[in-house]
C-alpha cells in the first residue's frame, strides 16, 4: 500500500512564503512524474507544478517565477516553495505521483492535501 503525506500549509501574509513536502511510502518501486495541484474554493482542482525523474519541469503561467518545484528521490519526496504569494494561492494543495509499485502496474496517487491560507 502507498500513502502520499503531504505538509506544510498554513496561514501566511501576502508576500510570504511557505514550502510544501509530500513524502510517499509503502512498496514502491520507481516515481515518474511528480506534481502538486491546487483547488481553490468553489473551483475546479488545477495543475500548480509537475517534475519528472529527470528533473524537467512545468508550472502553471499563475505561478510561474514565484514557485519551484524539487524533488529528491532518495527519500520519494517532492517540495514546492511558494514566494510572493497572493490571496489568489489560497487553497487546498494536493501532491500527485505517477509511480510502479513493487508487486507490478503502476497508477497515480494523491495525498489528502494540505491549506495553503493567504490572506490580504
Known amino acids: 500500500q502507498v500513502q502520499l503525506v503531504e505538509s506544510g500549509g498554513g496561514l501566511v501574509q501576502a508576500g510570504g512564503s511557505l514550502r510544501l513536502s509530500c513524502a510517499a511510502s509503502?512498496?514502491?518501486?520507481?516515481?515518474?512524474?511528480m506534481g502538486w495541484y491546487r483547488q481553490a474554493p468553489g473551483k475546479q482542482r488545477e495543475l500548480v507544478a509537475y517534475i519528472t525523474r529527470d528533473g524537467n519541469t512545468n508550472y502553471a503561467d499563475s505561478v510561474k517565477g514565484r514557485f519551484t518545484i524539487s524533488r529528491d528521490n532518495a527519500k520519494n519526496t517532492v517540495y514546492l516553495q511558494m514566494n510572493s504569494l497572493n490571496p489568489e494561492d489560497t487553497g487546498v494543495y494536493y501532491c500527485?505521483?505517477?509511480?510502479?509499485?513493487?508487486?507490478?502496474?503502476?497508477?497515480?496517487?494523491w495525498g489528502k492535501g494540505t491549506l495553503v491560507t493567504v490572506s490580504s
Open positions: 509503502g512498496s514502491i518501486f520507481s516515481i515518474n512524474v
Open positions: 500527485n505521483m505517477y509511480l510502479r509499485v513493487v508487486s507490478g502496474g503502476g497508477m497515480d496517487y
